[in-house]
């Protein structure tokens, strides 16, 4: 049972555009959401996050969206780098419960930046 | 400041050989956290430690793996008897006392079970 879905396998987009990933969850007990980067034979590595008290966090080019009646949650960069090109994970905690170490990871989205 | 260490990076093994992963945490960082990505899959813990316990070992098969995390030294996960189905990323994380949710990953450990 995927508690945390990335519907998208993958995602091509022009430099200088936006890119927009998109994460949805199930468990209504997560109150924490990360995104992590991974490039290929590296570990993830962690982006930004957010927790569900908040609707929107922003760090440079990075945006990150909860919508939490819809259970959804995006990031978005802009503009989009060659540089960004990567697989991004997005990941959910319940911090209010007694396994706030634990992330529920989903499949992950290969996104690709093209010059 | 040296990050997450994982050794070794690439590990071959044979089916019913014993793997073993060894993962270095952080300067600092008292919990260790092992997750598996399995081939078209996201990563899915199997288990916490802290120094010298096990805290959580629910992500962990039943049977042929263990870890731990000693007094002195690295932490380890131990595969008995490898099977092909084992064959997968091993990633370690790290976070400090207090701040558990937020944690730091090592490079990886890929095991390749021929």
């Known amino acids: 049972d995927q508690q945390v879905k990335q519907n998208s396998p993958s995602l091509s987009v022009q430099e200088g555009r936006i890119s927009i990933l998109n994460c949805d969850y199930t468990n209504s007990m997560f109150d924490y959401f990360l995104w992590y980067k991974k490039y290929p034979a590296e570990g993830p590595t962690f982006l930004i996050s957010?927790?569900?008290?908040?609707d929107k966090n922003e760090d440079g080019r990075f945006t990150v969206f909860l919508n939490k009646s819809a259970k959804h949650l995006s990031l978005h960069i802009v503009p989009s780098q060659p540089g960004d090109s990567a697989v991004y994970f997005c990941?959910?905690?319940?911090?209010?419960?007694?396994?706030?170490?634990?992330?529920?990871f989903g499949k992950g989205t290969l996104l690709t930046v093209n010059p | 400041n040296a990050g997450v260490m994982q050794n070794p990076r690439h590990l071959v093994r044979r089916r019913g050989q014993e793997a073993r992963l060894r993962c270095s945490p952080m300067k600092g960082h008292s919990h260790v956290y092992w997750y598996r990505q399995l081939p078209e899959e996201g990563l899915k813990f199997m288990v916490y430690?802290?120094?010298?316990?096990?805290?959580?070992e629910s992500g962990m098969p039943k049977e042929r793996f263990s870890a731990e995390f000693p007094k002195e030294g690295p932490s380890i996960l131990r595969i008995q008897q490898v099977v092909r189905g084992d064959s997968a990323a091993y990633f370690c994380?790290?976070?400090?006392?207090?701040?558990?949710?937020?944690?730091?990953f090592g490079q990886g450990t890929r095991l390749t079970v021929v």
């Open positions: 430690l802290q120094k010298e316990n096990i805290i959580d």
């Open positions: 994380a790290s976070s400090p006392p207090n701040q558990n949710y937020e944690a730091f």
């Open positions: 957010i927790s569900s008290i908040k």
């Open positions: 990941a959910a905690s319940a911090r209010g419960g007694g396994s706030n170490y634990k992330l529920t």
